[in-house]
């Protein structure tokens, strides 16, 4: 099993619509969990942490199931610019080394 | 708001040759990372380094790889001899030292082997 799992998409939206990402990881032992974006050739970005009571940040909602070890991904009336690539990341490890999912695009279309 | 800095952002080079990458981390920032991602896929862990000296590598980074942080603001990644599998976007990263504490990412090092 792959340590975190995503789907790759694409996910072709209409601008307004709501899009939800899903991620699975394998170490039930992981303590932190981030959703980082992505863009084209560039850096990963911290879109937000990822916490047991869920949290919210404007248009995005990020979720955790420990048990189901599920990490969730939730934007609301898509913009243009929300088209990139969305990592769900794990932290591993005592060093707190960051493990990545392979990300799942978005295109939000006009 | 500081940021991860790294040099130099394209970087070609010839199977064999070796290369150095370059990153200054956030002023106040302790632990220091290496990851890479291949055009197309995920972004890897290399190394973590923290008080002068590796505290956890991946099987990635074997011998020909070595980091080192030689002054108080610079953090190295060499590769002593290039293979065309070195080919890759690398990322630094750093993070000041709480262990949820938000790593943050330079904008990358696009090295090309040929």
């Known amino acids: 099993r792959k340590e975190v799992e995503q789907d790759p998409g694409p996910f072709n939206v209409p601008e307004g619509a709501t899009v939800a990402f899903n991620c699975t990881y394998s170490?039930?032992?992981?303590?932190?969990f981030f959703w980082y974006r992505q863009d084209c050739r560039k850096e990963p970005k911290l879109l937000m942490s990822?916490?047991?009571s869920g949290n919210e940040d404007g248009r995005f909602t990020a979720q955790l199931n420990r048990a189901s070890q599920y990490i969730s991904l939730l934007i609301r009336d898509s913009k243009l610019s929300d088209s990139a690539t969305y990592l769900c990341?794990?932290?591993?490890?005592?060093?707190?080394?960051?493990?990545f999912g392979t990300g799942t695009l978005l295109a939000v279309q006009p | 708001e500081p940021e991860v800095t790294q040099t130099p952002s394209h970087q070609v080079t010839q199977m064999g040759q070796e290369v150095i990458l370059r990153c200054v981390p956030i002023?106040?920032?302790?632990?220091f990372y290496w990851y890479r991602q291949i055009l197309g896929q995920k972004v890897e862990f290399l190394v973590s380094?923290?008080?002068?000296?590796?505290?956890?590598k991946s099987e990635i980074f074997d011998d020909q790889f070595s980091v080192e942080r030689p002054d108080g603001s610079n953090f190295t990644l060499k590769i002593r001899s290039t293979k065309l599998e070195d080919s890759a976007m690398y990322f630094c990263?750093?993070?000041?030292?709480?262990?949820?504490?938000?790593?943050?990412f330079g904008p990358g090092t696009r090295l090309l082997v040929l």
């Open positions: 002023s106040n920032h302790l632990y």
């Open positions: 170490n039930s032992a992981s303590q932190s």
């Open positions: 380094f923290y008080n002068n000296e590796i505290s956890e």
């Open positions: 990822v916490y047991s």
């Open positions: 990263a750093s993070r000041s030292g709480t262990p949820a504490e938000t790593q943050y």
């Open positions: 990341v794990v932290n591993g490890g005592a060093t707190n080394k960051l493990i």
